[in-house]
């Protein structure tokens, strides 16, 4: 029994209607944060015709700028994500290179120790980290942090950079070395023009890593004005109030710049995505 | 090539290498140049923190004072006298199976849709991957939102006409952990659709072409195709978003606090609640450290996969 017409058809259909339930329990979410961001107090609450966009505002997002210390946590979550990122991909580049291309005594175990370190949860580490951070007197400051960001940043970019060195045929760097070039030039002009996508990925992944984190911000980070947004938006809902329509002003904003980036350089990060978890 | 035989020519007409530089091999001194930063931070913020971890399972540390060591106490404590642990344990079971499973199976129809001829199929995979890029944070004080008492899950469920009295979902038994499981399956399952679709996509026409002609339905090209060559890609997501699951944090606290009661507490919550919240950082870390053999053995089962598409 060959797919006939009939069952084409059908399977289309079929198809468009899964695609259909998909996108909606995916974007209805973001829908309802959005909708609850651009109303006002009382109106959070309205019994009435929930779903259908009236009377919206710009009250919260006033709100959240001007009366919360929104604007230094954003400030925190950039520094930090940016700093840890962009060293993360220095260490990885140069690492990733030696394990590559570099022959010598150790090459497979350094490889193992960086996907070992990281496959290896947060949540094992941070009562230590944290004991370490507070013994160096880091956590009174952004230090603490970043140093901590570092920890699962630097294998992951490793991890992922490695794998697209991998892909650049060794050919080309062989004729660079005939013609003159030593290896640190050959890694210059050769390699890294032609990792650029992967590092760029790499790079974005380390930033929305730190950008989302979580649990070190918490443990790492007390006092409220050095908050990165996920515990400054933590911190709305830990207090006894619930401010709805903060909340998710704040959420938004929390949310925008990874979902920029993605949008951005999607290309790449798909690629990316498959390229770090599943190798073959 | 030219290289590797030139230099062989250069090592024939001078005295041969000594054993210990051919063992250490041609580039030891600029690798471990190169790998000075990777390996000072394995060791400061990996491997010390991981030592430590160990160490300070056997003290009665707290928070601001000097532990004292005490042996094995903190671990005769957990699995005795602990009167939540064991429901602890089992609460991230049902949770990290329950979240995993349904990641799968909506990451799999997600791929098999997105695998289909469709208009706009760019759009629709930037758009479903949307729940995996946005902030966990945002995405579970979101759904808080979304479940809440007076929240729009609810007031569409009482505008349908399906409920009279709204159900607290987060605050009740019966369903704070499946509201949980839900919650993370919405974050997570974009991960293992689209690496579902990449391992879909390398899947060779002509195995399809073959089934068609001896004639196979939709099911058994499915079956007998489909499934035999994601083998590898279903078990390297699984396993990775076991590891991930596993371990969540943000979710759970966000949500629901490890509560009602200690129904939905998992170990990285109670490891918080006992190190930070009681401030027995000993015996939280204990916690962890006590899971940590299931973790190592799932990394174990992992690696030489991940390991093997490297070496190819």
Not at chain 2, 176 to 184: K, Y
Not at chain 2, 209 to 230: H, N
Not at chain 2, 260 to 267: L, S
């Amino acid at each position: 029994m060959r797919t006939t017409q009939r069952q084409k058809i059908l399977l289309a259909i079929i198809t468009y209607l899964t695609l259909a339930g998909l996108l909606f329990g995916a974007l209805f979410p973001f829908y309802w944060i959005g909708l609850t961001s651009l109303r006002k107090g009382k109106q959070v609450y309205t019994k009435q015709q929930v779903l259908v966009p009236r009377d919206l505002t710009t009250e919260n997002y006033r709100f959240v700028f001007e009366e919360r210390p929104t604007v230094m946590w954003l400030r925190n979550s950039l520094v930090v994500s940016f700093i840890s990122s962009a060293v993360s991909v220095v260490i990885g580049v140069l690492a990733g290179y030696s394990i590559v291309r570099l022959k010598f005594w150790g090459n497979r175990t350094i490889a193992k120790g960086v996907l070992f370190t990281y496959l290896i949860p947060t949540s094992l580490l941070f009562i230590p980290m944290f004991i370490l951070m507070f013994s160096l007197h880091l956590t009174g400051g952004l230090w603490g942090l970043l140093f901590a960001y570092l920890s699962f940043n630097v294998p992951f970019c490793t991890w992922l950079i490695l794998g697209y060195f991998r892909s650049i045929p060794e050919e080309l760097e062989d004729a660079a070395r005939i013609d003159g070039c030593t290896r640190l030039g050959v890694l210059w002009r050769i390699v890294l023009p032609l990792a650029a996508p992967g590092i760029v990925t790499a790079f974005i992944f380390g930033f929305t890593n730190s950008w989302n984190e979580f649990l070190y911000a918490v443990t790492l980070v007390s006092r409220r004005e050095l908050m990165t947004l996920p515990t400054g938006l933590g911190s709305y809902i830990l207090g006894d109030v619930f401010l709805w329509g903060p909340l998710m002003a704040t959420a938004i904003i929390t949310a925008l710049p990874p979902i920029i980036l993605f949008i951005v350089v999607q290309r790449f990060i798909v690629t990316g995505m498959t390229l770090g978890s599943v190798k073959g | 090539m030219t290289v590797e035989v030139g230099s062989r020519a250069v090592a024939a007409q001078t005295k041969p290498r000594p054993p210990l530089w051919r063992k250490l091999g041609r580039d030891f001194v600029l690798a471990y140049i190169l790998l000075i930063p990777l390996i000072l931070i394995l060791f400061v913020l990996l491997a010390y923190p991981i030592a430590s971890a160990i160490w300070i399972t056997l003290q009665d540390k707290t928070i601001g004072m000097v532990g004292r060591f005490i042996g094995l106490e903190n671990y005769r404590e957990l699995l005795l006298d602990d009167p939540f642990f064991w429901q602890v344990v089992r609460n991230g079971f049902i949770f990290t199976i329950g979240s995993v499973v349904l990641k799968l199976f909506v990451g799999m129809i997600m791929a098999l849709v997105l695998n289909q001829p469709l208009v706009w199929r760019g759009l629709w995979r930037g758009l479903l991957l949307m729940p995996w890029v946005a902030p966990t944070v945002v995405t579970a004080l979101s759904w808080r939102w979304i479940l809440d008492l007076t929240g729009v899950l609810n007031l569409m469920l009482r505008d349908l006409g399906l409920m009279r009295t709204p159900i607290p979902w987060l605050a009740q038994y019966g369903t704070a952990m499946f509201s949980l499981v839900l919650v993370n399956t919405w974050h997570g399952f974009p991960f293992f659709g689209i690496t579902l679709l990449a391992g879909l996509q390398a899947i060779p026409q002509e195995l399809y072409e073959a089934a068609d002609i001896d004639g196979a339905s939709v099911w058994q090209r499915f079956r007998y195709v489909t499934m035999p060559s994601l083998r590898t890609v279903i078990l390297v997501v699984t396993i990775l978003s076991t590891i991930w699951t596993f371990n969540d944090f943000s979710v759970v606290w966000l949500l629901t606090g490890g509560g009602p009661g200690h129904a939905t507490d998992v170990f990285a919550t109670y490891t918080y609640k006992l190190g930070f919240i009681t401030s027995r950082l000993g015996y939280g870390q204990t916690v962890s450290v006590i899971l940590a053999p299931v973790l190592i053995g799932i990394i174990m089962i992992l690696s030489p996969l991940m390991l093997r598409g490297e070496a190819e």
